[in-house]
């Protein structure tokens, strides 16, 4: 059974500050998504990681996969307040639909002046 | 386009009543998915569906029936509803996924508590 983990699960960082929020996974799998939910709201993608080595990089976020070590982090660089919400990755065993994407449980990020 | 929509925004449920949840799609997608989301966790998988007239389940179908008679909607109906249920529930849609850049569309949620 595939399970994914995120850590942390809740984190208060200040404006300007560095920090990396880690997805790990139990099984094999090539095909990684993040997500940005605002509170109340839905669900906003991100990121898909789609290899090995994959990085993709939006504003001051970006995000990697490790296939290998079953790894994904999504970087956080000099935060600022927009950034406040909740990031989901997300992994996918599917082939042609979705219907095999395992969320991990979130991280709730709160950045504060 | 409107993408996803979804209705009713919020609904208080009494134990064993009853309810649709209704979710329609005007991006032509053949496949649709129901997801419902706890306090504190990720979403899990309802139901699902490939195109008009075929379903089938994810990972969390119990207490819940879905149809889909035309490509654009996808109904969730909740039979006998029990606090359980309590919870948001997004449906998202997607086309057959063939480019790197396909991803799931979501709906902006349903809050139902049961009380």
């Known amino acids: 059974e595939l399970k994914v983990e995120q850590n942390p699960l809740f984190l208060s960082m200040q404006e300007g500050k560095n920090y990396t929020i880690y997805c790990n996974y139990s099984?094999?799998?090539?095909?990684l998504y993040w997500y940005r939910q605002d509170p109340g709201k839905s669900l906003e993608s991100l990121f898909v990681?789609?290899?090995?080595?994959a990085v993709k990089q939006e504003g001051r976020l970006m995000a990697s996969l490790d296939t290998k070590a079953r790894l994904s982090t999504l970087h956080i660089t000099a935060a600022v307040h927009d950034l406040s919400a909740t990031y989901f990755c997300a992994v996918d065993r599917g082939e042609t639909s979705y219907d095999k994407v395992i969320f991990g449980p979130g991280t709730s990020l709160s950045v504060i002046p | 386009n409107a993408g996803v929509t979804q209705t009713p925004k919020f609904r208080i449920l009494k134990i064993g009543q009853s309810m649709t949840l209704q979710c329609a799609q005007d991006m032509n997608h053949n496949y649709m998915y129901w997801y419902r989301q706890d306090p504190g966790m990720g979403l899990k998988l309802i139901y699902y569906?490939?195109?008009?007239?075929?379903?089938d389940k994810g990972e969390v179908p119990n207490g819940y029936n879905v149809s889909r008679s035309t490509t654009e909607d996808f109904p969730l109906r909740l039979e006998l509803a029990a606090p359980s249920q309590t919870s948001v529930y997004f449906c998202a849609s997607s086309y057959l996924r063939r480019h790197s850049t396909d991803t799931q569309y979501f709906g902006p949620g349903t809050r139902l508590t049961v009380l």
């Open positions: 099984t094999t799998s090539d095909r």
């Open positions: 990681l789609l290899s090995n080595g």
């Open positions: 569906s490939v195109g008009a007239g075929i379903t």
